[in-house]
């Protein structure tokens, strides 16, 4: 019989990061939005937690427990539940930690890990998406080149989440035909981050432009094609991405719940009209399909086994529910739905992200 109950750790690990969406997400929510800034203290708090580091061997300065993309899958929900932004502010190293401890040789891991998992929050990234229309991860513009012992790389990067502050980004290049990542340091004179961009939605995430002009990188500095390699990276990130999805989608239909269960009009609640109870339904159920492609997905990669299918399937699914979801989030609450002071306004603009985005969340 196949159980989808979390089990006593799982439910653990949820119940201290919604504490954490609570007591210093929420009542902050307004705030971030409109100063395009997220507390350090909630980021810090999470990072204690062990939202990126906990997975990491001892030896590289994590917790050493057991990695598990479907726990990683539950505490991006969980936190995305909250504010989507702050869900990814607050596991961006996670973008640069998984793929070197999936793909990185020891040197490498020895090299780059133990300055990323220290006890203070900070920030390496990584840079996938490239500002052209139909853009391709398999595909990519940005060129990568050997030249005696170093690679030369050449191009563009844009939704790269707060490389601003990062030591260092991973960039997805194509050398020889074939996507493959590089650990760029972000002092390289070859790199240069642009501003902040202006977003239709992730308010309160800073995003950049990166370019890439003749940057040199070390040849020991290219991640080996290992366990799944580049393709194996996309699907975890893909597989974070509908964790965010699903968690804004919840967000979403929780606050129409009980939006319509409160709302009087004409002498009764709305939630009573069979127009929003049946939105509210599916809002429900488009949700809760959202999750179980998710957790599929996440255990076919927990299970080392190749899951592009399923994290194909989810990314599709969970990129055009989740629009549909907020927006019948806005359609339930009427005009009160298009005023930023609720959170369907928030959540209808940071769904459109899942679809267009590679590269905020990894599982």
């Given amino acids: 019989m196949i159980d989808f109950a979390p089990s006593k750790e799982q439910k653990m690990v949820k119940d201290s ?42 030896a590289y300065g994590g917790d050493g427990m057991e990695y598990s993309p479907v ?8 936190l995305a539940a909250g504010d989507m932004s702050f869900a990814v502010a607050a596991t961006v190293p996670s973008l640069f930690i998984i793929p070197v401890l999936d793909m990185g040789t020891e040197k490498q891991k020895e090299k780059y890990l133990p300055p990323v998992c220290t006890d203070e929050f900070n920030v390496s990234t990584v840079a996938v998406t490239e500002p052209r229309m139909g853009f391709d991860a398999m595909n990519l513009a940005t060129k990568a080149e050997k030249k005696g012992g ?36 972000a002092k390289n004179p070859g790199l240069s981050i642009g501003e902040r961009e202006k977003n239709l939605g992730l308010y309160s995430l800073e995003t950049n432009t990166v370019t890439l002009k003749d940057c040199e990188v070390p040849e020991d500095d290219l991640l080996p094609e290992e366990n799944g390699g580049y393709k194996k990276f996309l699907q975890k990130g893909r597989v974070g991405l ?8 919840r967000s979403s239909y929780e606050f129409a719940r009980q939006y319509a269960r409160e709302r009087v009009q004409f002498g009764e609640r709305i ?40 994290s194909t399937l989810a990314r599709l699914y969970c990129g055009e ?43």
């Avoid at 997400?25 to 204690?48: H, R």
């Avoid at 509908?242 to 804004?248: N, Q, R, S, Y």
Wanted: proline residues 3%; charged residues 20%; negative net charge.
């Fill in 17 to 58: 990061f919604a504490q954490v969406v609570r007591d210093l997400v929420t009542p902050a929510i307004t705030d971030m939005e409109e100063s395009g800034e997220i507390p350090g203290s909630a980021i810090q708090k999470t990072w204690e937690l062990g939202a990126s580091i906990s997975f990491v061997p001892e």
């Fill in 71 to 78: 726990m990683n899958a539950i505490i991006l929900e969980e």
């Fill in 150 to 185: 170093s690679y030369v790389l050449n191009g563009e990067k844009c939704f790269v989440p707060m490389a601003a502050s990062a030591k260092h980004i991973l960039v997805a290049a194509e050398l020889d035909g074939a996507p493959r990542l590089f650990v760029v340091d």
């Fill in 242 to 249: 509908c964790a965010l999805a699903t968690g804004i989608s």
């Fill in 271 to 310: 939630g009573q009209r069979q127009a929003v109870a049946f939105m509210v339904a599916e809002m429900a159920y488009e949700t809760d399909a959202m999750r179980l492609l998710t957790w599929k997905a996440a255990s076919k990669l927990e299970n080392g086994k190749d899951a592009m299918r399923e």
């Fill in 321 to 363: 529910m989740a629009m549909k979801v907020c927006d019948y989030g806005v359609q339930v609450m009427g005009g009160h739905g298009y005023i930023r002071d609720y959170p369907m306004e928030r959540n209808y603009r940071n769904a459109r992200g899942v679809a267009v985005m590679e590269g905020l969340a990894t599982v």
